[in-house]
C-alpha cells in the first residue's frame, strides 16, 4: 500500500481499468479485450485494453521483460490522471513492483492474480505453456510469490504468440492439459498467455477441470479494488 | 470443478449470489449486507444476503461450526433452482467443501477467499479475531488450505459479536493490527469476521496496511465466478 | 489440553477407552475389534469399540464426515463418565476438534495417529484408500495437519466398506502400494482404512515395507495417553 | 524396514525392550527407569533400562554423541538375542540409524519419538534443554526429521546432567516453558533430556499444556512395536 | 547451462573476472575493488572491477534495478570477447538472468552468492540492509531464490550509499547485528550493500558469528567457475 | 563460528587446505587429488590430499559414516597446527560438525559444499548415486541441511568404489543422470561420489546441464574461506 496515496484518488469522476498489453502485437490486445468483456458492467467502471507500442512482439526471454518495464512505467504515468487501476497482461508479470512504486492506483499482474484466483477453484495449477523458454522464468516467479507449493508444473505447448489461432493449438492444449492433470496432479489449470480465453470452455469441457484465463482473473481483481478502494 | 454441473446451470435468468450468514443474528446478515454493496451493479447479479435460523447467534467454538453444516446444507438445497453462486459468510469456513458436494452452484468460503485476496495487496497476512477460541481453529485452517508460510498470525481483542459495535473496539482493532504489523511482520491484514466493513478505512488509515473485509472479498470472488460461469 | 479437566479424572476406577466406529456397519466394527486385539492387557485398560448408530453405512463423503460430528459428540457425552480415552476409527477423523472440544478426557483420531506413527518407521507415508472420492479429503487433512512433506499419494482401490472381504481386494491392495512406493516414493504404507489389520502382515512381506493400520495406531497412542495421563 | 528380519523374530518367548542410556551415569538410567514404570504391565513385555558403560558422564556435544555409536551398536549385538525392541534413551537420538543397521529388531530415539507424540497433543512444539550447546544440534535433527515448521524453539535452562535435582530447576524449567509458550507459541512442550518424569506434572499444572517426558514417549512406541510386531 | 556454449569458450588466452558495479558511484566500485582483493592469484583470473556509467547513484528502488538491466547488459556484451565471468556487484542481484540469456559466460549475482556462501557458515543468514526500501524486494528475492527458511530477516540501517563511511554507521551495523542474532535468530550475518567489507572484521569480532561481504563471495563463487570451466 | 578461535590462527606462515579422504581407498584419495588441481595457485594455499587410514575401504553404511568420525576428529587434531582449512572429502559428509566441534579451523563436508555449489548453476539438483544404500542417508541429510526443497532425487548406478573405472561407468552415469532430468526435474547434477571429476565433461556435454564434482566444490569453498580468513 502506497502510504501517500490519497484515498480519495482511486475514486475518480469515471472509473477506469487500464490493461496493458506489454508486446506490441494488436492482436494480442484485441484478444484480451474479447477475453474480459464479461467484466464490464453498465454502472462498472470502463475497460481500456492498451498496447505498448515500444515492446516486443512478443515477450519471450528475461531480457525482453526487463526490456519493457521502464516503457511500461511511463505508459503507466501518461494514464495516471484517467486511471483507476492497471492491469499488466502478460503472463511474467513485467514490471509489476516497478509500476506499484510508479503510480498511487492498484496495479495487478494477471500471473499472480491467475494463481491466486485458480486456487479458489482447485488445490494445486497446472500452467499451460506457450514456449519452452518460459518454463523457468514461471518457476522462478511462483516461488518469488510463495506459491510453489501449489504448482503442480508448466507445460510448454511450442507455439508462439503469432500462431496462437493455428488449427492445431487446441489440441495441443488439451494434450498439455491432460498431461499436467494426470502426470503432475494439477486440478486446476491455467492458460499462460493473454487473450486465450476463447479456448477456455472446450478446455475445461475436455479436461474435466476448472481452467482459468489470466486476463479474466487480473481484471476481477482490479474491479474489485476499484469498487473497493484498494491500494496496491 | 463438479463434472456432472451443466455449464448452462450457472447462466440463470436472473444471476443471483446468496450469501449465507450461518449464524443465527440478524444484524450480522445487515452488517454484511451493507459491506457487499459496492459489488452491485446495475446490470450484475442480484446479491442476497440471508440467515440462517438453526444456527448459533455466533459461531465460536469447532462444534457450532460443524453442528451448522447440516442446516446450511439443506439451505442451499433449497435455494439452488434460483441461484448462481454461494457464499459462506463466517471466516470459519463451515461447511464449504460439504457445500460444493451439495450443489453445482460455485461456493465460496469468506475466510479463503480472504486469505487469497489478501495476497494480492500484501505477502503476509495477520488477522485480527474476535474471541481467543478461534485462534487455534484458523491456525489449523490456514494449514488446511497451504498458505501458513504467509500467514503472520491472528490476534483476538477478546469481544463477541453481539458487542462489535461497542466504543472501544475500533480501538482494540487498531492496536491488535499494530501488533499484527510489528510484532508478527503482516503487511497486510484481515478482518476476521463478518459483516465489520465499516472499521476497515479507518483501520487502514490508522495502520498504513491494506485491510481486508472477508465479506467483500467472497463476493468479488463469487462476482467474477458468476460473470465468468466457473464451477468450484 | 483441557485446561479445566482435573487430572485424577484420567485415572478412574476402571480404566477404559472407548473406540468409536463412527459409521453403523457393525462388521466394521467387529473388524477394529479384532486389530486392537494386540494392544489389551490383563491389568490395562478395558479397550471397547462401539458403533455409532445414527452414522452411515460408511463415510464417503465431506457431508457423511460432517454429518456424523453431532451424534459422535453426544455418544461421547453419554460414555464420558466411565471413559478414559477415546479413539475416533474412521480414517477422516470427523470429529476430532469438536469431540475434544466436547469432553476433557483425552480423544484421537486413528488417521493422524496413523501418519505420526508411521512416520516413525519410515520417512514417507503412502496411503491405500478405499475409495476416489476420499483423494482430495485426504489430502486437505494432511496438510492441515502439517504433514503434507511425508506424504507420498493416497491410491483408492476402488472398493466399497462392504466389499472389502472380496476376493480381489488383497491384490489390489498390493497393486496400489507397490505404485506408492515405486511411482511415489513412499517407504511405509497406512491402510486407509477402519479394520483392515488382517492384510497388514500379507502386504509387508509382500512389498518390503512398514504396513501401518490406523485402528492400531490410534488405540496404542489412546493406551499410552492413559498410561500416561494425557489430555488433548 | 530390515528385508531380512523375519517377521518372527520379533516374538520370542520373553519380549523384551531393551532401555539404553548413552550416557554412563548410573542415576539418570534409575530415572529413565521410574518414568517408564506406567507403560509396564503384568502380561507385557519385560522392559530393562540399561547404561551404556562406555559412554560419557553425559552427551553434550556432537563428539560424545559419534563417539557412542559404536559401543551402542555393540550392545545392541550383546543383547540382540534377547530383545524384541531397543530404545535409544538419549534426546539426540544418538546412533539411531546405525543402530537401525546393526539389528532386525526395532529401535526407537527418545527425541524423535517425544517430537511425533507431542504432534498428537498439540500442534507446535518447544524443548526445555538442558545446556546451550544441545540447541544448534537439536535444530538441525528437528530438520533432519522433516518437523522444523512444528519447532517453536529450544531454551536450555543451563544446568548439566548431575545437577537436575538442584532445588531451582523446578522454577527454571518453569520459566523456560513459559517463554515457549508465549514467546515462540508453542502449545505443548518436551523435556529435552532423559529421566525427568518427575517434573511432568507440575509444569503441566503451572503452564497449562501438555509436557512430553521422552523416554515415556520412545517405550511408548516401541511398546506398540512389539505387540504389532513392527520393524524398523 | 547455456547449451551452445563451447566448453573452450572460458578458457580464454588471460582469464578474466569482470565486476559490475552496475550503480554509477565509483567510490562504491573502489570499495568493491578493494573487497576482492584477496581473491587475486599471481596466476589466476585478472579481476576487473568496472562502474555502470548509465546507472543512478544508488539502486534503491525496483525501478532503478530494472532500468539498469538494459545498459547492463549492453555492456556485458561489449566486454564478452575479453571475459571468463561476470559478477553483477548490486545486492539486488540486477538483470542476473536476462546477463545469463545475453553472454555464454558465466554470470553470478553478490546476493545469491552470499546467501549460498553464508549457508556453509551458519544455518539461518540475517541482513544488515543500507535502506529500508530494500527491505520487501529482499524478501521477494530470497523467496524467489527459494531460501526463505533459512532467512532470519533484514534489518535497515538507513544510512544511505553516499553516507556508508559516515562516523556512526560501524555502530548502527553492530546493532542491527545484534538484533538480527537476538530476536531473529540469525547464526551468520551478510552485509547487504557491496563494499563494505572494511566493516567485516570488527562486526565479527563485536558479535561472535561469521559476517559475509557479498562481494568476496560473488568473486569466490566466479573464480572457482573460471578454474572449473562451469558455465550458468 | 567458534568464538574461541584467533582470528589470525587461520593465517599461517603457510597457507594449507588439508583434504580428507575418510575412507582407506588410497586410489580414491589420487582421484580426489586429481580433481581439485584447478584450485591449486602458485601463491595460493597449499592443497594436500591425505587418506584416513582407519577408514573402511569405502563409506556405504550410517555404521561406516559414524565410525570414522573418532579417527577423523584424531587426524584433525594431529594436522592442525600445520592446517588452515579441513575438507571431508565424502559425499556423506561424516564427522563434519564433530569436526568442527574438534578445531578452530573452517571445516567443511564436500556433500554440503556441492548442494550450494550447484544452486548456483540450476535450481533443483539431482545426486548420480554409487549404491543404493546411500539413498535415505542422503534424503536424511539434504533435509538435515535444509534444501530438500531444492533437491530432486538421488539415483544410484549400482557400483561400488573399487569398480568405479570400469567400461560401463560412464553410460550408467549418462542414464542415470538423463532419469534426474527427464523424471525428477533436475538441472543441474552432483556426483555423489568423490573423485570422480574426470567424467564431469563427458556428462555436462551429453546431457546438456551443468554437473558439480563435490569435492572440487569443497576445496573452492575452503580456498575462499583461508583467504578470507572465514571461520565454521
New interface residues.
Given amino acids: 500500500?502506497n502510504?501517500s496515496a490519497p484515498?480519495e484518488a482511486a475514486a475518480r469522476d469515471t472509473p477506469r481499468i487500464v490493461v496493458i498489453n506489454p508486446n506490441s502485437t494488436v492482436a494480442v490486445t484485441r484478444g484480451i479485450d474479447e477475453a474480459i468483456a464479461?467484466?464490464r458492467?453498465?454502472?462498472?467502471p470502463r475497460i481500456d485494453c492498451v498496447t505498448l507500442a515500444e515492446g516486443p512482439p512478443g515477450i519471450e526471454?528475461?531480457?525482453h521483460?526487463?526490456?519493457v518495464?521502464?516503457p511500461l512505467?511511463e505508459l503507466i504515468g501518461r494514464e495516471d490522471h484517467a486511471a483507476s487501476a492497471f492491469v499488466i497482461a502478460c503472463f511474467s508479470d513485467p514490471?509489476l513492483?516497478?509500476a506499484?512504486?510508479?503510480t498511487a492506483r492498484p496495479v495487478?499482474g494477471i500471473a499472480?492474480?491467475a494463481f491466486?484466483?485458480a486456487?479458489?477453484?482447485?488445490?494445486r495449477f497446472g500452467v499451460i505453456a506457450i514456449l519452452p523458454a518460459s518454463v523457468?522464468?514461471l518457476?522462478?516467479?511462483v516461488?518469488?510469490?510463495?506459491l510453489?507449493?501449489?504448482f503442480a508444473a508448466s507445460i510448454p505447448i511450442g507455439v508462439g504468440v503469432s500462431d496462437l489461432h493455428g488449427e492445431g493449438v487446441a489440441a495441443q492444449m488439451q494434450r498439455a492439459g491432460r498431461e499436467l492433470i494426470d502426470a503432475h496432479g494439477a486440478?486446476?489449470l491455467i492458460m499462460g498467455c493473454a487473450g486465450m480465453a476463447r479456448y477456455r470452455?472446450a478446455l475445461?469441457?475436455g479436461l474435466?477441470?476448472?481452467v482459468v484465463?489470466p486476463c479474466?482473473?487480473g481484471v476481477?481483481?482490479a474491479?474489485?479494488a476499484v469498487?473497493?478502494?484498494?491500494?496496491?
Fill in positions: 500500500m502510504a484515498r464479461p467484466l458492467f453498465a454502472d462498472g526471454t528475461q531480457q521483460a526487463d526490456a518495464v521502464g512505467c514490471g513492483h516497478a506499484r512504486e510508479a495487478f499472480h492474480s491466486l484466483h486456487l479458489s477453484l482447485g488445490t523457468r522464468r518457476r522462478r516467479y516461488r518469488q510469490v510463495g510453489h507449493e501449489h486440478d486446476v470452455e475445461e469441457q474435466g477441470v476448472a484465463d479474466q482473473a476481477a481483481r474491479l474489485a469498487r473497493l478502494h484498494e491500494t496496491t
